[in-house]
């Protein structure tokens, strides 16, 4: 498995995603056991070779903070990552997450006076698509919801889409970059 990325012309990363430092902390968000069985499916990873880049949230204060940072690290060097790669993600107002904490307010929203032009390039949005079994997404912090859905083939996405998502409003007020 860990010849995979020298079979392709492409990079090849994968990301798992990590929400707290304990079952007690990130289950709650990604769901009863996960917090196991994600580290079980990481030491799966490094046993095989590769490096994933474990994705967090603020869904915590201390999670992007520096002391919480080293705690991921010290999880992950526990497993045998040995340079650990950590990607700090803002909380998106969707989903579970919107049930939990609360949707988005009316007024986060992008407007034309945003003017990303000169600043876009670094969303992923603007250089990828989701292909999934169900169809074809923009993004994938849209994947599964209507508004992010392009079609059904890439085909079907070659065509502007419009960042009225009020998740892009996160993407531009946090600078998100999706790239890693
Ligand atoms: S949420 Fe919006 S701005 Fe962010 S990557 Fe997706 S489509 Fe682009």
Excluded at 6 to 22: A, C, E, K
Excluded at 119 to 134: A, I, K, N, P
Excluded at 174 to 179: I, T
């Amino acid at each position: 498995m860990s010849r995979l990325p020298d079979q392709t012309d492409y990079s090849l990363d994968f990301r798992v995603s990590l929400d707290g430092f304990s079952p007690e902390a990130n289950d709650p968000i990604r769901g009863e056991g996960t917090f196991e069985r994600i580290l079980a499916g990481v030491s799966n990873l490094v046993a095989a070779g590769l490096n994933p880049v474990i994705t967090v949230t603020e869904v915590y204060e201390e999670n992007g903070s520096e002391s919480g940072k080293e705690r991921f690290f010290e999880i992950l060097r526990g497993l045998g990552v040995t340079k650990p790669r950590l990607k700090i993600l803002p909380v998106f107002q969707i989903g579970a997450e919107a049930e939990r904490t609360g949707a988005y307010e009316s007024w986060q929203r992008l407007r034309e006076s945003d003017a990303l032009d000169e600043e876009w390039s670094h969303l992923q949005c603007s250089s990828c698509r989701m292909v999934t079994d169900q169809g074809v997404w923009v993004c994938p912090i849209l994947v599964n919801e209507p508004q992010g859905k392009m079609g059904q083939t890439l085909s079907d996405t070659l065509e502007p889409f419009r960042l009225e998502h009020p998740a892009c409003w996160t993407c531009h007020v946090y600078g998100v970059s999706c790239r890693t």
